[in-house]
């Protein structure tokens, strides 16, 4: 693995990761194509520091009405703050039960194929349904909304599930405008993959800041470049593509129009799920 790869799969998982098309399924096809196997789920997770970068400089004056409402100085920001709590708990508990599936599907493409093909699917109902109704505000947010978008982004995130595109979906489905679902999607995104980082890249980081040889699950492909250099690289250039991912779906939602995403998607999840069951070589 050379500079050339870890820029282009930072570029992909800046793209990937807010556009609902899946940046885990982008990510693991990238990876075969070009090197031949799968990267160790750490360094994927690591470049997703870049995209919690992104979302962080995106929405700093919703962060600033969170952390207000924490500290009981802002009654809209408080709600909100504990919509994303109430959603983040089933998204803990099903991401921990499925971590080691996840684990093993980076070596299946065909996996995430159908999480593809199941993210067109959902895309396109959502589409149909925001398209029918308005919709509530985020502000109109529920217990019950909020668990039900936490537990789908719990159970799909891995297996080719668009995080973004399951979770936006979701809200539609549970009466939420289009605009306050992609809104709450967003936000749900920065403590999901806060934690995720925290608890995958935790070994990747503490091995290269200590200087330690990547062994096991941890090493990358013989002959690459350095990791340190190999990992800051993938996730600057993650962080700016993010940005500027996030400032497209944000325009592209503010009305109905995931159709081209869902075509998109059931293209992309035919042709993984031909490469899984056929072989990349």
């Not at 699917?121 to 959502?126: T, Y």
């Not at 080719?160 to 992609?182: E, K, Q």
């Amino acid at each position: 693995m050379n500079l050339i790869h870890a820029i282009f799969l930072g570029l992909i998982q800046g793209l990937t990761e807010f556009l609902p098309v899946s940046s885990t399924a982008h990510l693991s096809l990238a990876e075969h194509l070009m090197l031949g196997r799968g990267m160790p789920l750490a360094f994927d997770v690591l470049l997703h520091g870049g995209t919690l970068l992104a979302l962080t400089v995106y929405f700093r004056t919703e962060l600033r009405r969170v952390a207000l409402g924490i500290l009981g100085r802002d009654a809209q920001g408080r709600r909100l703050a504990s919509w994303l709590l109430v959603a983040m708990l089933p998204t803990g508990v099903f991401a921990m039960a499925t971590r080691h599936l996840k684990e093993i599907s980076k070596e299946h493409l065909w996996v995430y194929g159908l999480g593809l093909i199941l993210t067109a699917g959902l895309l396109a109902g959502a589409n149909r349904r925001a398209s029918a109704r308005p919709g509530r505000p985020v502000e109109e947010l529920g217990t019950w909304d909020a668990l039900a978008v936490g537990t789908i982004q719990g159970l799909g995130g891995g297996f080719g599930l668009s995080r973004s595109g399951s979770t936006i979906a979701m809200g539609v489905f549970r009466g939420l405008a289009l605009p306050a679902s992609a809104r709450f999607s967003f936000l749900l995104g920065i403590p999901t993959i806060a934690a995720a980082a925290l608890v995958e890249a935790r070994p990747l980081l503490k091995a290269l800041l200590m200087g330690r040889p990547l062994t096991g699950e941890l090493a990358f492909p013989p002959g690459s470049a350095s990791p340190a250099l190999l990992c800051g690289a993938g996730v600057a250039v993650a962080a700016i593509s993010g940005y500027l991912a996030i400032g497209l779906l944000d325009r592209f939602t503010r009305r109905p129009r995931l159709m081209g995403f869902a075509a998109y998607c059931a293209g992309a999840g035919a042709l993984m799920l031909g490469l899984g069951l056929l072989g990349t070589r």
